[in-house]
């Protein structure tokens, strides 16, 4: 039971280490890519902002298949951060990344989602597992009072 404590205690550290960097591909006009920069900012990440009119190509180049694309792109430690993936989330995947996958995503714009906030609604919504082989399996059921991991 105490290693259990000891690893919730050190997960949300984890974001303060000097690797935990990186760059997101954005539209210069949207502003919801900037709250979720933001989100990830007060989490401990150190993220820069890359507007480009070229999104599209971005996230082709990257490998994101079109079914689990939303409006901005991270690179975080290698890995892909599609869309308003919840900080939590992100710190939990690269504490233990799952063999052959390319990162996370939260397809769409769900309303409540990091950076999509809307007063008091929130849908719930997939984090969706991103393999190198493009396809996708659930990784974690958002709703507005829990997280559940698939695992």
């Known amino acids: 039971m105490k290693n259990f404590w000891f690893i919730l205690l050190w997960i949300p550290s984890l974001a303060l280490s000097d690797s935990w ?3 997101v591909y954005k539209s210069p006009t949207c502003g919801c890519c900037n709250a979720w920069i933001e989100h990830m900012r007060e989490a401990g990440y150190e993220l820069d902002g890359h507007n480009t009119e070229a999104l599209n190509s971005v ?3 990257l490998g994101i ?3 689990a694309q939303s409006c901005h792109s991270a690179i975080i430690n290698q890995y892909v951060f599609e869309g308003h993936v919840p900080a939590q989330v ?3 995947f690269l504490v233990a990344p799952e063999p052959n996958a390319l990162g996370l995503s939260v397809p769409g714009m769900p309303v409540g989602s990091p950076g999509m906030e809307m007063g008091a609604r929130h849908d719930d919504y997939t ?3 991103i393999m ?3 396809s996708m399996l659930p990784y974690a059921e958002v709703s507005r009072d829990s997280i559940n991991y698939r695992d």
Do not use: N
């Open 21 to 23: 960097v990186g760059k």
């Open 90 to 92: 992100v710190s939990r």
């Open 127 to 129: 984090v969706q597992l």
């Open 59 to 61: 996230k082709a180049q």
């Open 65 to 67: 298949p079109a079914t």
């Open 132 to 134: 190198l082989d493009g």
